[in-house]
């Protein structure tokens, strides 16, 4: 079946920290890009970061450094480490590949 799941969405206080996980079918994660995007309310979806399946990296300016997208080629896998977070990195997170994606992580930063 080809899917993505994603998985470590929370509540959390703004400077607080959080991974997120994505676990994908073989054939949505080998040799892919590995995306993470994200949906505020009211807002348009947008690309938060990538990975390549070599390691190369894209971020979104307002996330570097404070995010940090990693994969684990060997568990089908890609995280995004959300630290120092902010009240504006509210959003539902969707994990992406190729035209899929997952059904979204909500992430509430509130005090």
């Known amino acids: 079946q080809v899917q993505l799941v994603e998985s470590g969405g929370g509540v959390v206080q703004p400077g607080g920290s959080l991974r997120l996980s994505c676990v994908a079918s073989e054939s949505l994660f080998r040799g892919e890009v590995m995306a993470w995007y994200r949906q505020a309310p009211g807002k348009q979806r947008e690309l938060v970061a990538d990975?390549?399946?070599?390691?190369?990296?894209n971020y979104l300016p307002s996330v570097r450094p404070r995010f940090v997208i990693s994969r684990d080629n060997a568990k089908n896998t890609v995280y995004l480490e959300m630290n120092w977070v902010k009240p504006e990195d509210t959003a539902v997170y969707y994990c992406?590949?190729?035209?899929?994606w997952g059904q979204g992580t909500r992430v509430t930063v509130s005090s």
């Open positions: 992406k590949s190729r035209m899929s």
């Open positions: 990975i390549t399946y070599g390691g190369t990296t």
